[in-house]
């Protein structure tokens, strides 16, 4: 009886053994567990992007008033597929998510790309985007920009279209060739053509061509990011643009300079017509912009900062409206607390003047803003 047991005993062991043996070999073990895990978080990252403040604003001719805004809400979602192929999304909640009548997606929708790694050297992304023009005003988040100078806050960058990227691996730099549509609708919605009676001729390959250069020199103490490019804006009529992008890295200070220029024979930037008529567009118009900004860092949670601005706009062969007929004079100064390493969290203060001056032939009265922003700005990685 004994020995029954015992054989038993053995036997349900065995199959015990085996049984568990048979388990763990079907199951993941810790480790590929954690591995795919870290596979899953590449391919999906999911960001807010989110700066909100309560303003005390004052403007010519008008009485100081209060009031809380959320300038920038946007969704992110971005991620590596495999080890060549990535995508982004970006999408503003707070803008309308109607249709363009061009390339058929939303304005709000910023970028929607996919993009492809043939070496650690050579990369392409193709779909809407935002075009690579310098300057490190253009180049920043859009939630760390408190005030973007005319020329930028005017621009209409995010286009489809294909950028081709090469890595110098060694030197730290970069070189893109981009080529997208121009607009993002037909021509008659982008001008407002129905509005204004004005026959303009559309372009058969309504595309801009861009070349960049980002580039890091002695060790990133001298950063570059230049572009040069032409925009085909409707048939025989061509916009060119110039940005230049310089900062200045030390331990504890930052100071960058840019300068735009655009040369446009119709105005698509649409400072000069909207400051003077609504109901025409002006040809050969010329912008030029200077954006400087000094940043401090006296310990590590506090950054405190100075910005200004100087934007020249005018038409050329146009005495009451010649280069320089509007000149835009803007100077911020603020300060942030990031009270948390790992996270881009920003309390802030911020103060914003404006000031519009103009000759007097074009009969336009200046102008000036003034604004204290009191809030926070947070990435918030959702997943």
Do not use: C
Request: no cysteine; charged share 25%.
């Amino acid at each position: 009886m004994i020995k029954k047991i015992t054989v038993f005993l053995l036997l349900a062991m065995v199959i015990s053994k085996n049984v568990n043996a048979q388990s763990e070999k079907d199951s993941p073990s810790l480790l590929e567990q954690v591995r795919e895990l870290d596979k899953q978080a590449k391919r999906f990252n999911v960001y807010f992007n989110f700066q909100t403040s309560f303003d005390v604003m004052s403007e010519k001719n008008e009485n100081t008033h209060t009031k809380f805004k959320a300038r920038e809400l946007r969704l992110g979602m971005n991620g590596n597929i495999t080890d060549k192929v990535f995508y982004r999304f970006l999408h503003r909640l707070n803008k309308s998510s109607s249709k363009e009548s061009l390339d058929d997606l939303a304005k709000a929708t910023d970028l929607m790309y996919v993009g492809y790694r043939f070496s650690d050297k050579f990369t392409v992304a193709l779909g809407k985007q935002a075009q690579v023009w310098g300057g490190f005003e253009y180049e920043y988040n859009p939630i760390n920009v408190y005030e973007y100078s005319d020329f930028s806050e005017n621009m209409d960058v995010f286009l489809t279209g294909i950028t081709f990227i090469y890595d110098f691996k060694e030197a730290g730099q970069q070189v893109k060739f981009q080529i997208t549509d121009s607009r993002s609708s037909e021509l008659d919605d982008t001008y407002n053509l129905n509005h204004i009676k004005e026959k303009i001729e559309p372009a058969p390959m309504p595309f801009t061509y861009i070349l960049n250069w980002d580039g890091n020199l002695w060790n990133k103490l001298f950063q570059t990011h230049w572009a040069a490019g032409v925009q085909t804006q409707a048939k025989d009529q061509y916009s060119y643009m110039l940005t230049l992008g310089n900062k200045l890295n030390l331990k504890n200070w930052q100071w960058s300079l840019d300068y735009y220029y655009a040369q446009e024979d119709i105005d698509r930037l649409g400072i000069v017509t909207n400051a003077v008529s609504e109901d025409k567009i002006f040809r050969n118009v010329r912008y030029s912009t200077w954006v400087s900004e000094l940043e401090y860092q006296p310990s590590e949670i506090w950054n405190l900062f100075l910005k200004g601005t100087y934007d020249v706009a005018g038409v050329a062969d146009s005495k009451p409206y010649a280069m320089g007929f509007r000149k835009a004079y803007g100077y911020s100064a603020g300060v942030e607390l990031l009270p948390y390493k790992d996270q881009d969290l920003r309390l802030f203060m911020v103060y914003i003047g404006r000031k519009y001056d103009y000759t007097e032939e074009s009969l336009i009265p200046e102008d000036y803003t003034n604004r204290l922003s009191i809030g926070l700005l947070y990435r918030i990685k959702a997943f």
